[in-house]
């Protein structure tokens, strides 16, 4: 019975996880870029969500909609105020581009912690779920909105991967994260392309902070611990690889759900560490990662 | 490199510097004392991780863990009855522990892999403060039975003292053949290889030092405060100001660190009415200097004038 609940219970939260992480391995494994920012965009999304639907009367669905385009717009503003005026400064060397991007997003994301904590408060917030009642799976009683989350969450990386290996554009995408400098010489234009990945990065970190935000809340505070977690998810999957991500987000998300249910809930960030440790050590590339 | 006709003038501000920051005490209240020692403090924190970023290249997110791991282990051992002075010194050497079990299979690893592995080891020393809170007095922090001095002047003088010596050996260092040889590795390090040197062990050399003048600090800034707490000395946000201070100040100047740290803590106490906007306003504008000024003031203010 036990045992059930953790598989279930532990399902909806990898999936969230994973649908957080691949929007972060795929801005890394397209343009080089760590966005330390992630978390605080994520937050974004989940605070203006919660005001529209709580405070405007547009119920959940017009909160979503709301929260998911604050999340694109922050991931444009993040690339546009932050990371590409380092990618096209000329005082920065190009071995240092990684160092500065790393700080600068975390700066940024500082920005984005402080700033929503001023202006909505630190304290965590809970969006109305989006379909209300609960469903009894394999006779384990489960909240709807936990299969909703689970569905749009695979379903999202779905049509993502629908979208990267069937379409044009999204083959680009792929020829960029392979080698660049081919493609530009090709004649692609790379920035257009840039400008596609963050807005799909966007897209994910939208949905994935509103998703959270109806299960689990979310807070200004909690911005550093979501970068963190998609973080530990991303390079233990591997860098770059999107099915690397979605292993490593179930591994995580059970690792973590095993331990707040069987030892304790306050225990519950050690074991991703420990893992992510250990993985670093034995095999630094990660499950799928390539070097 | 300073030419030889700048000498004097870089002496006599060297000079005025350290009479102006020695004679403090006898103008300076008794409430700006207090925060200029801790800010020296910190300028040893800054200091100590840019020799790691700025000249050995390795991103170390973590310098909150060695300073952490100084901290506690001086605060630990004073609790068992050893002597303070002998923390300081213990308390030092466990972070050079601390950071060569961290260092020596981190080093292998390339790129922002070792960024993380730092930044995992301070998520992990900060769980195990509050597993363990009944030593280490989790997210209250540690009491310590005895402190530097109750003379505010005198500790003033201590972190003073201890900011120059530190400045003045790790400024050395940086200008040696050590410094040398990590800033060549960090530009090329398969062409370092190359010409013989063992780069590997540079860069435990300079983990090493850096370890260790972050946990000396560490320990000094327990018995300054009378408690080794989370907030002041392993929290993340720690890590980002001294990241900030010395991107802010220029890396690779080592005192460019120190000058940053002064810089923030100070700006932080000017920004006191602001409330919690005085992080975002700091953190904008360090912001801006990354984005305008990317070697930092001091890199700034000495980058050669010549051409261009």
């Known amino acids: 019975m036990l045992a059930l609940q953790i598989l279930v219970d532990g399902f909806a939260i990898s999936a969230l996880y994973g649908l957080g992480a691949v929007g972060f391995t795929l801005i890394f494994g397209v343009s080089g870029v ?62 240092e581009e990684e160092i500065f991007i790393l700080t600068a997003t975390l700066l940024w994301g500082i920005m984005l912690q402080v700033g929503l904590d001023y202006v909505f408060s630190d304290n965590p917030v809970t969006m109305q779920p989006l379909l209300p009642g609960v469903v009894q799976i394999a006779g384990v009683r489960t909240p709807t909105n936990e299969v909703l989350i689970a569905a749009v969450s ?45 807005a799909i990065y966007g897209l994910l970190a939208g949905v994935a902070g509103v998703l959270l935000a109806t299960f689990l809340g979310a807070s200004a505070d909690n911005s550093g611990a979501l970068t963190a977690s998609a973080f530990t998810i991303v390079i233990l999957g591997g860098l770059g690889s999107v099915p690397g991500s979605l292993i490593a987000a179930y591994v995580v998300g059970y690792a973590e759900t095993v331990t707040a249910y069987l030892i304790a809930p306050t225990l519950r960030p050690i074991p991703a560490l420990v893992i992510l440790i250990i993985v670093l050590y034995v095999r630094p590339q990660g499950i799928l990662g390539r070097r | 490199m300073p030419s030889t006709a700048r000498l004097p003038l870089i002496l ?13 005490p006898w103008w300076l209240g008794a409430y700006w004392l207090g925060i200029f020692t801790i800010a020296y403090y910190f300028g040893v924190f800054a200091m100590s991780w840019d020799l790691l970023f700025g000249y050995a290249g390795e991103v170390n997110f973590g310098p909150t863990f060695l300073i952490g791991v100084g901290a506690y282990s001086a605060g630990l051992l004073d609790n068992a009855g050893v002597p ?66 109750i003379s505010t002047s005198v500790n003033y003088w201590y972190a003073f003292c201890f900011l120059v010596v530190s400045a003045a050996i790790l400024f050395g260092l940086s200008r040696s053949a050590l410094g040398l040889i990590l800033q060549a590795t960090g530009q090329d390090r398969i062409e370092a290889q190359a010409l013989g040197f063992n780069v590997t062990k540079h860069k435990l050399a300079a983990f090493a030092i850096s370890a260790l003048f972050s946990g000396l600090a560490g320990a000094m800034l327990t018995f300054y405060e009378g408690t080794a707490s989370v907030d002041q000395m392993v929290d993340l946000s720690i890590a980002v100001q001294i990241i900030i201070a010395v991107v802010f100040g220029g890396r690779r100047t080592i005192l460019g660190g120190a000058l940053g740290a002064m810089f923030l803590v100070l700006f932080n106490e000017l920004l006191r009415p602001l409330g919690q906007l005085n992080t975002f306003v700091v953190s904008a504008i360090a912001l801006v200097v990354i984005l305008f000024l990317p070697d930092g003031v001091l890199g700034w203010l000495l980058r050669p004038r010549t051409g261009v």
């Open chain 1, 154 to 198: 695979w379903g999202i990386i779905g049509l993502l991967s629908l979208f990267v290996n069937r379409t044009r554009i999204g083959k680009q995408l792929l020829a960029a994260s392979i080698n660049p400098r081919a493609l530009t010489l090709l004649g692609f234009e790379l920035s257009q392309i840039y400008l596609v990945v963050w």
């Open chain 1, 34 to 95: 760590l966005n330390l920012a992630h978390g605080g965009i994520m937050v974004v999304a989940a605070l203006v969500g919660w005001w529209v639907a709580a405070y405007h009367g547009f119920g959940p669905y017009g909160g979503a909609a709301a929260g998911v385009g604050a999340g694109i717009a922050a991931a444009f503003v993040t690339y546009f105020v932050v990371v590409r005026p380092i990618q096209r400064s000329r005082a920065i060397p190009k071995e």
């Open chain 2, 12 to 24: 006599l501000l060297l000079a005025g510097t350290l009479g102006v920051g020695a004679s403090a």
């Open chain 2, 84 to 149: 303070m002075a002998a923390c300081i010194v213990l308390g030092g050497i466990a972070a050079i522990v601390g950071g060569l079990i961290l260092a020596i299979p981190a080093l292998r690893l390339r790129g922002p892999y070792f960024g993380l592995v730092t930044l995992v080891a301070v998520l992990l020393l900060l769980d195990f403060i509050v597993i363990f809170a009944a030593q280490t007095g989790g997210e209250i922090g540690m009491m310590v039975p005895d402190v530097l001095s």
